[in-house]
């Protein structure tokens, strides 16, 4: 019994200890929450941040540095070029492979025979357009020339998607507007403006889907000619000199007999008319003269003389 009721006395004591303990604490913790309270404001009025938040701090929170992305540029690439190669048709072909291959296609084709030539003008996917634009350059024959564009239009794009955009919020509050319309002055107005609207929204669709289709796809032009064929010189000495002149004697006869050829037809027709004239001119000239009679005074017998 005495035991007992000496734990029971010192209960009292112990809860007294519990309080005291956490009276203390709280007053250390109030007084460090105060303490870091009045180091803010200190840091705040001296224009320097507190310790505790600064980056690798105990008990700081690790901060995060998030970069933002570029923005895409929407470029119009650009393209020309020549090229020389002993086979037209095979380059050609060959051409048209490698940008099917890279997902283009040709948009404009024209062939000629005389001369013998080609200018095709390829669509190239923009992603693609490096790559392809190397292989035309290497692959069909000796390059010639090359010329190059790029053009910014990321303005351009931006300013047409705004319009798109404001052009259908306003086609959506004409609509709106029309169904509460009460007389039919006011739906006249109102759809004659929603078919206004409506026009210049089909208008800045049309010039997006050209600009994508410019940003989206390098226009590219290869003009392919065959190579020139180097002119044969003749040796020289005897040789050359007589293969020199059989090959001017004979040129000179062509000539002639092209010269021959085109006035036969003119000759023929002067002699068809010439000659006549040329005769009757002579006629006229050298008149006949009158026949006249002669006659044989031998044969006639002296008068009075006898025949015998």
Known sequence: MHTVRAGF?????????????????GSNSSSGVSNAAGS????????TAPKAMEPGAPGSA?????LSAPAARAVVYTASMEVETSDVEAAVT?????????????ANENATTDPVGASITFKIP?????????????R????????QEAEDVTEAVADVESRVRSAEAALKSFRKLLDRAGTVAEVINVEREISQRQADLEALQAKRRALAEQTGFATVTVR????????????????????????????ALSALAV??????????????????????????????????????????????????
Request: proline share 8%.
């Open 9 to 25: 006395a010192l209960v009292p004591v112990v809860v007294a200890v519990l309080l005291t303990g956490c009276a203390g604490g």
């Open 40 to 47: 803010a404001a200190d840091a705040k009025r001296e224009g």
């Open 62 to 66: 690790p901060q995060q540095i998030k």
């Open 94 to 106: 060959r051409a048209k492979a490698l940008v099917t291959q890279a997902g283009g296609h040709v």
């Open 126 to 138: 923009a992603e693609r357009y490096g790559t392809v634009l190397d292989g035309l350059s290497h």
């Open 140 to 147: 069909l024959g000796t390059r010639r020339a090359l010329r």
């Open 224 to 251: 392919i000619e065959p190579t020139p064929k180097a002119a044969a010189r003749p040796g020289g000495g005897f040789t050359g000199g007589l293969r020199s002149g059989w090959a001017a004697f004979v040129g």
């Open 259 to 308: 010269a021959l050829g085109w006035l036969l037809p003119f000759l023929g027709a002067l002699a068809l008319i010439g000659v006549p004239v040329w005769r009757l001119s002579r006629l006229r000239r050298w008149p006949r003269r009158p026949r006249t009679e002669t006659r044989d005074l031998s044969d006639r017998e002296p008068a009075g003389q006898d025949p015998r």
